[in-house]
């Protein structure tokens, strides 16, 4: 049986990433995926993600970005693809918001071009929206849309371009420890030096066969789209993405300009029904339908106030939000990368860098101490 440098479990954008990064560094490098590529089971599908590098006081992110932001340029050279489009990021929140002022501190320290404005400079800019009059708003004008089909294809043809292998519709069902990791799918059985897992919201399935529960939940997200009611007046050329924190009771709010569907803004509940990664469909999620067709009610006059069109996808949520980016407590040649919270996908350059890193036995890129596993001692079982 052939030994092979790396198995990467799981397709998804993190997965996709860390397999081309290996690749690319001459590894022999075996991508898994469960379900038959392309598929829109898990949380990488979708036309557009937001990307950015405001990220409030969590400045260890605001750095990551700061390389993400290049490397998806390198992504694009490689794959003749455009995955970026720059249209400034849109964040708000009453007199002293945690989140808001705490990313104008965090964008002035870093340098990063940005524009401070109260109601009446927000309302000039952009007066297709409606919030209360005592409000900050802050552009980050470095944000906008990552085109995320594009960037995902383009992850796995490069990587099959250096040499790197692909399996789809090939569910791992056994990791099995040890010098060389084995790994048992509906088909095959496989071996690696190193095995990393970027199995999404199935890592709390799989996980816990290597004696390891995380504080993690699975959610599914109603991804909406609402019609414009004059054509245009929420284009990428006028209309930012945004993100705004403690919009609906705790939960936060994101947008997306009208973009992937013509005349259709994407704007989500960042959280959903707590789901079974393999029977989603039967959550109850009218609850999210509502408070989001009072929300656009409010705060985007120009859009009608019910969903044109409704999709789902899933976050794997950690207990803290922060990303898991670790070595198995007990073998540290598997690798897991999970709990990316609903913001990961923009990060996936630097996540794939850094889990190749760690396959290959080398120091990771960044200090890890917010993504490791020790971190939830107290409410785990490592």
Not at 77 to 94: D, N, P, V
Not at 236 to 249: G, I, K, M, S, T
Request: charged share 25%; proline share 6%.
């Amino acid at each position: 049986m052939d030994i092979y440098d790396v198995i990467v479990v799981g397709a998804g954008i993190e997965g996709s990433s860390t397999a081309y990064q290996l690749a690319k560094q001459g590894k022999k490098t075996l991508l898994l995926e469960q379900f038959p590529l392309p598929h829109s089971r898990g949380s990488s599908h979708g036309q557009t993600r937001i990307t950015r590098k405001a990220y409030g006081e969590l400045e260890y992110y605001t750095v990551m970005m700061k390389e993400a932001f290049p490397l998806w340029e390198t992504l694009e050279r490689e794959s003749g693809r455009k995955i970026f489009r720059e249209t400034g990021m849109l964040t708000m929140g009453a007199p002293g918001d945690t989140f808001t002022m705490g990313t104008i501190r965090c964008l002035q320290r870093h340098v990063i071009p940005h524009q401070v404005m109260d109601y009446q400079g927000a309302k000039q800019a952009y007066p297709m929206i409606e919030f209360p009059r005592d409000y900050t708003f802050v552009v980050d004008k470095s944000g906008g849309i990552l085109r995320a089909d594009k960037a995902l294809i383009s992850y796995q043809e490069i990587f099959r371009r250096f040499g790197g292998e692909l399996r789809d519709g090939e569910k791992v069902l056994d990791i099995i420890p040890g010098d060389t990791v084995g790994v048992r799918t509906s088909s095959h059985h496989y071996r690696a030096h190193s095995v990393v897992l970027t199995v999404g919201a199935w890592a709390t399935k799989l996980l816990p066969k290597l004696q390891l529960t995380l504080p993690l939940k699975v959610l599914r997200i109603n991804v909406l789209y609402w019609r414009e009611r004059v054509p245009g007046g929420y284009g990428a050329d006028r209309f930012p993405v945004f993100l705004q924190e403690n919009a609906v009771d705790k939960y936060a709010v994101y947008g997306l300009p009208s973009e992937e569907y013509p005349g259709l803004v994407k704007i989500c509940l960042h959280w959903g029904p707590e789901v079974d990664p393999d029977s989603r469909d039967k959550a109850d999620d009218s609850w999210v339908i509502d408070k989001m067709k009072r929300y656009i009610g409010r705060h985007f006059p120009d859009l009608e106030a019910e969903p044109a069109i409704a999709e789902t996808c899933m976050y794997t949520w950690s207990e803290d939000e922060d990303l898991i980016l670790d070595h198995h407590p007990s073998w540290r040649n598997i690798i897991i990368g999970a709990g990316f919270s609903g913001h990961g996908f923009k990060l996936a350059p630097v996540v794939g860098k850094v889990l190749a890193e760690m396959a290959m036995n080398k120091a990771p890129s960044y200090d890890m101490t917010p993504f490791k596993i020790q971190r939830f001692r107290h409410n785990a079982k490592l």
